[in-house]
Each structure stands twice: as structure tokens, then as C-alpha cells.
């Protein structure tokens, strides 16, 4: 099935087909359930995973979840997965190597992230969507992460992956921040993207960028955003198919 591009203003609709650059990737790795950690906000309306309240005085069980997604990446260890509850999480953590702020800073291998639904589960940062250095997620050098079931909003870049490889971003609503929705770039090389809703960022849906290579992407849709829907900017070696790009500012897919 191949990619579907819908122009924006003044352009003529273009059906794609299967963009294949330089081969296929593999897929990505998923990372082992050592541990679960629980975080929850403090309200239980909603809730699939949690039925207590989230306090970071808690022991992240089912029972006593966490409330901030920085406490429970401080506990957890390469392979164990973090269960995100229904709420709004908007707390800041500080990368302060590059003096750079995000709700979490994933600095662990091999860690799944995963909410109950991209429409109850919202990582949502305080602050000016606007500025740069302003994310939702934000890891980098890491490998084997799985992202699942959330959405990201109001920030820089929603989810950003530096030089992260065969990690996978699936079922996740990267919308409506200041720059770019996903952004994976600096040898950030065979991961998957799968079935993510990117809509209305200032810029890009999905950028993939600076020599991150074997990336497959698939069943995106990326609409609405005010420059490209997709757009792969010295990259190479991955593959584009069956994304949907919609009424975006310059160009579907470059």
C-alpha cells in the first residue's frame, strides 16, 4: 500500500506509492518487562491501570502508583516498562548536559513508555510551545525504547530521538506544538513508526533528519502541520508506506 499525499492550497492531490530509499530496515526491538512501574495523576476518572492515586511518595505498584513520569524513570532499569494512566502530565525535567527541558528524559535501554489511549493518556509540558529545547519526550543515545498509546502536545517537538536506534513509536498523537511533532535525527538509525497521529504543528508532522538511516514508517497520517507532512532530510536506507499526508503548508511528503 503506498503512501497517500493530499496537496495543501493551490496544489494538485498526488497518490503516492511505496517510497523505498535504499533498502528495507528491520524492525525495531522490543524492550522485556523486568518491572512495571504505575503512574497515575491525582484523580482516578478514566483510569485502566492504576486505582490509586499518583504521589512520588508512592512505591509505583498498581495499587500506590507514582504521579511524575521523572520518578519513575529514575527507578527503572533497562528492560522494565512504565504503565501511563488516564491525566494530563505536564511536569518539567531538566537535560542538563544541553540545557534542555522535557516531562521525561528517557537516559535508559530498552525502556517501554505506554498509555491507556493517545486521547486520555497527554504528556503535556508547561511553558511556551514556541521555544526551542522544549520537548515531551526526549531521549537520546539510547536504544530498544518502545513509545505506545499517548499524546504529546504543546511542546518544541513533541517526541525527539537523538541518536537513538531500533526503537519504535506506535499509536502516539504528536500535535499541535511549536515545531515539529516526532522528530528522530543525528544517526538516529532503524526505527519503526507506527500508525501516529501528527496534525497541526508549526512545522513539520515527521521529521526524520541528518544521517538517521533504516527508519520505516508506516500508516502515519500527518495532516494539517505548516510546512511538510513528512519530511526526510538526509536520510536514507528506510521505508514510507501506506502514510496519509492531508492540506499541509508546503508539501506532503519531501
Known amino acids: 500500500i503506498g503512501d497517500t499525499i493530499y496537496a495543501g492550497a493551490g496544489q494538485m492531490d498526488v497518490a503516492d506509492t511505496t517510497r523505498v530509499f535504499q533498502g528495507l530496515a528491520p524492525a525495531a526491538t522490543s524492550a522485556s518487562t523486568a518491572k512495571t512501574w504505575y503512574v497515575n495523576d491525582?484523580?482516578?476518572?478514566?483510569?485502566?491501570?492504576?486505582?490509586?492515586?499518583?504521589?512520588?511518595?508512592?512505591?509505583?505498584?498498581?495499587?500506590?502508583?507514582?504521579?511524575?513520569?521523572?520518578?519513575?524513570?529514575?527507578?527503572?532499569?533497562?528492560?522494565?516498562?512504565?504503565?501511563?494512566?488516564?491525566?494530563?502530565?505536564?511536569?518539567?525535567?531538566?537535560?542538563?548536559?544541553?540545557?534542555?527541558?522535557?516531562?521525561?528524559?528517557?537516559?535508559?535501554?530498552?525502556?517501554?513508555?505506554?498509555?491507556?489511549?493517545?486521547?486520555?493518556?497527554?504528556?503535556?509540558?508547561?511553558?511556551?510551545?514556541?521555544?526551542?529545547?522544549?520537548?515531551?519526550?526526549?531521549?537520546?543515545?539510547?536504544?530498544?525504547?518502545?513509545?505506545r498509546n499517548l499524546a504529546v502536545r504543546g511542546a518544541y517537538d513533541g517526541i525527539k530521538f537523538v541518536n537513538v536506534d531500533t526503537s519504535a513509536i506506535s499509536g502516539d498523537s504528536a500535535s499541535a506544538n511549536g515545531n515539529i511533532g516526532i522528530h528522530i535525527l543525528n544517526r538516529s538509525d532503524t526505527n519503526t513508526l507506527t500508525n501516529n497521529l501528527c496534525l497541526q504543528n508549526a512545522a513539520s508532522g515527521i521529521k526524520i533528519a541528518t544521517t538517521s538511516n533504516g527508519n520505516t514508517l508506516t500508516g502515519n497520517t500527518a495532516n494539517a502541520n505548516g510546512q511538510y507532512g513528512i519530511w526526510t532530510d538526509f536520510a536514507s536506507g528506510g521505508v514510507l508506506s501506506g502514510n496519509v499526508t492531508r492540506s499541509n503548508g508546503y508539501s506532503g511528503i519531501l
Open 42 to 147: 491525582t484523580a482516578t476518572a478514566s483510569d485502566s491501570w492504576t486505582i490509586g492515586l499518583g504521589s512520588d511518595t508512592n512505591p509505583g505498584t498498581r495499587n500506590a502508583p507514582l504521579r511524575t513520569l521523572r520518578a519513575a524513570m529514575d527507578s527503572a532499569l533497562a528492560g522494565d516498562t512504565i504503565l501511563v494512566d488516564a491525566g494530563i502530565f505536564s511536569e518539567v525535567d531538566t537535560v542538563v548536559a544541553f540545557s534542555e527541558t522535557c516531562v521525561i528524559h528517557i537516559d535508559t535501554n530498552n525502556i517501554t513508555l505506554l498509555g491507556v489511549d493517545s486521547n486520555v493518556t497527554v504528556i503535556d509540558p508547561v511553558g511556551d510551545s514556541g521555544v526551542t529545547g522544549w520537548y515531551g519526550i526526549y531521549a537520546d543515545t539510547q536504544s530498544g525504547l518502545s513509545i
